[in-house]
């Protein structure tokens, strides 16, 4: 059952920083993955949503466990990919296939746990990059490139965007961010600017772009439509949020969503 926002109320990303009500687990996912999972997922006969991760370049998986062990929490499988070099989304893809497998396999924690339809793609750096390459794939419904590279055509994504940038980003500038933002035009797209952010989502900016990530992984995987409210209609609470958020804008699909 979807959740209704009151008329005339407008939610914050910030709600979404707040722990969801699952412990979470940190597990191999065979070499080239690391997943994270909500620690009573057993006694859940329920299939879960999935998360797809690519890390910044030369960085590892641990660098971004806030966000990894945050989802679990909120009931998302995450498979993060232990690599740096993350650009081309196979590496992600791989991730989304290996639990697609794992499902369906006999004596799997993972198996009939896993919503194949719900599967979303991230990443930070070349790994934001990397997740709009993999969101071409008709396995990605939405992506979330957060300081992206240039790996990925925009064009060809075909689901909904959320394009992150930092305000004091000097290795990704905003500004370049926000052009692959106009670029896409062909999906609903949302471009958020943190405030204050360098490119290492430095103190408080890390845990609004967490909470961020997790509203727009809410209403396009969950159909959370509280959390719909933080990025559409008439006064979005993102737009509002101008301690956190520099710059909001949404594309013309967007704004008809």
């Known amino acids: 059952m979807s959740i209704a926002a009151p008329q005339n109320y407008s939610i914050g990303a910030r709600d ?4 969801g009500p699952h412990g979470s687990v940190k597990a191999a996912g065979g070499t080239a993955h690391t997943l994270y999972y909500p620690a009573d997922l057993k006694g859940d006969a329920s299939a879960h949503p999935v998360l797809i991760w690519g890390n910044g370049t030369g960085a590892t998986v641990e660098q971004y466990e806030l966000l990894f062990t945050h989802l679990a929490s909120w009931g998302y499988v995450v498979a993060a990919a232990n690599t740096g070099q993350s650009g081309s989304g196979k590496e992600m893809l791989d991730g989304a296939k290996y ?3 794992e499902n369906s396999r006999e004596g ?3 198996r009939g746990r896993i919503d194949a339809r719900r599967i979303a793609a991230a990443g930070h750096s070349q790994g934001g990059g990397g997740a709009i390459a993999a969101g071409a794939d008709p396995l990605v419904k939405t992506v979330i ?3 992206p590279g240039p790996q990925g055509n925009v064009n060809k994504l075909h689901g909904p965007a959320l394009f992150v940038s930092g ?3 000097t290795v990704v500038p905003a500004f370049y961010v926000h052009s692959r933002f ?3 035009d062909q999906v609903p797209a949302v471009y958020g600017e943190l405030k204050g952010a360098t490119h290492f989502l430095q103190g408080d900016t890390r845990y609004r772009a967490v909470g961020a990530l997790t509203a727009w992984l809410q209403y396009h995987l ?3 439509q509280v959390a719909k409210g933080v990025f559409f209609g008439a006064n979005p609470g993102l737009a509002q949020d101008d301690d956190g958020w520099s710059e ?3 594309n013309k699909a967007a704004n008809a969503t």
Not at 16 to 19: C, L, V
């Open 248 to 250: 909001f804008k949404r």
């Open 99 to 101: 639990l697609i497998a």
């Open 222 to 224: 969950v159909g959370d």
């Open 16 to 19: 979404y920083e707040k722990e």
């Open 182 to 184: 106009l670029a896409c």
């Open 145 to 147: 490139p957060i300081m």
């Open 108 to 110: 799997s924690v993972f």
């Open 167 to 169: 305000q004091a980003d």
